[in-house]
């Protein structure tokens, strides 16, 4: 399908891809702007949407935004546009009165993050530009896409199909490392660490309640009760445990897989460009293995702890670790829900 007219039918398939990208908690931590005269779109980010425990600095914010970038990227290819990116379009983060746009000026006063995130400019494709697009049928991937937590096979995902994911991570300028088993073994070990800290957290363990929707609630955001995944019975894989109550109502515990392959994305720099960035390239390998029949699920409790975090990288300079992924062969997960895309956009 191909269009160059920006209209109502184009926008709304724009942001249904944008939307359907995944997020912390599934806070959905995003706003659009269309600004019709130049045909781009403004990518915002809503600060109501925070987690202050986990994400102090607003690093997963930012992959969370930079995976809806991606999508939006996809959508504007699959309708013919050749979307042009631009990441924090202020120079160096601040805008002319020399405000961090971050939301914070010099002072520390909140700025209320009025620039955006990034811009996605739809120019008109040409041959030059390596038309037609042909995007490995990421794009019909995106609904497909879903965060299992339920227990793999443990049948090996092939040697070919790894390779595929870790070149999914380099075009977006990020990287993917597949560990053995005793590296493997050590994520896990730090992830559990993370997992325990949290756990006995009031605080932490609050905040991730406070996203837990019950069913039948009529609300888009935060995850539904019937998304959440059992316990590994044996207690090798540490998945999040979100209720944080004996009492809640979760599933019984199950055997996960016995040998968890996961891998863990990282980036040569810190900065708020290369979590947009990683954002976009763990969307490309999630897509990428959701296109290949790879289930995906992502742990992300070592990356919430300063210490844990820097722990992952094992010593190594300059690898700034993001997000560790699980992945593997199993059920499809469940699905969370998504805030219409009208109501995500402003004036």
Do not use: K
């Not at 991570?169 to 993917?176: D, F, K, S, T």
Request: aromatic letters at 6%; glycine letters at 8%; a positive charge.
């Amino acid at each position: 399908m191909q269009t160059r007219e920006v209209d109502a039918t184009a926008v709304q398939s724009l942001l249904a891809a944008a939307v359907a990208a995944p997020s912390i908690h599934n806070t959905q931590p995003w706003r659009f702007r269309l600004d019709p005269d130049s045909r781009s779109i403004e990518v915002r980010v809503d600060r109501g949407r925070v987690l202050p425990g986990a994400d102090p600095e607003g690093r997963a914010q930012h992959l969370s935004v930079g995976a809806a970038v991606f999508n939006l990227r996809m959508a504007a290819a699959h309708l013919g546009w050749n979307p042009v990116v631009r990441l924090l379009p202020h120079r160096e983060g601040r805008d002319m009165y020399g405000r961090d746009t971050y939301g914070r000026d010099p002072e520390g006063r909140d700025t209320c993050g009025p620039d955006p995130l990034a811009t996605v400019r739809l120019t008109p494709a040409s041959a030059a530009d390596g038309w037609p697009s042909i995007d490995d049928g990421l794009y019909e991937a995106i609904a497909r896409r879903h965060t299992s937590r339920m227990p793999f096979t443990g049948r090996p995902v092939a040697e070919q199909i790894v390779t595929e994911l870790v070149a999914a991570a380099r075009v977006e300028g990020a990287r993917l490392d597949v560990p053995d088993i005793m590296g493997t073994r050590r994520l896990l070990r730090l992830t559990r660490a993370a997992e325990d800290r949290n756990t006995h957290h009031p605080g932490r363990t609050a905040e991730t309640r406070a996203w837990i929707t019950a069913p039948g609630a009529d609300d888009p955001y935060g995850i539904p009760l019937t998304a959440l995944g059992p316990r590994d019975a044996s207690g090798r894989l540490p998945v999040r445990d979100f209720t944080g109550a004996p009492s809640a109502p979760r599933l019984p515990p199950l055997p996960f897989e016995r040998h968890a392959q996961v891998a863990l994305l990282w980036t040569a720099r810190d900065r708020r460009q290369d979590w947009l960035r990683a954002g976009q390239a763990l969307e490309r390998v999630l897509l990428t293995a959701t296109r290949l029949g790879v289930r995906t699920s992502m742990l992300h409790q070592a990356m919430e702890w300063p210490d844990l975090r820097a722990a992952t990288a094992g010593g190594r300079r300059g690898r700034c670790p993001q997000m560790l992924i699980r992945f593997g062969y199993g059920p499809e997960g469940g699905r969370t829900p998504r805030a219409p895309a009208y109501s995500v956009v402003v004036p």
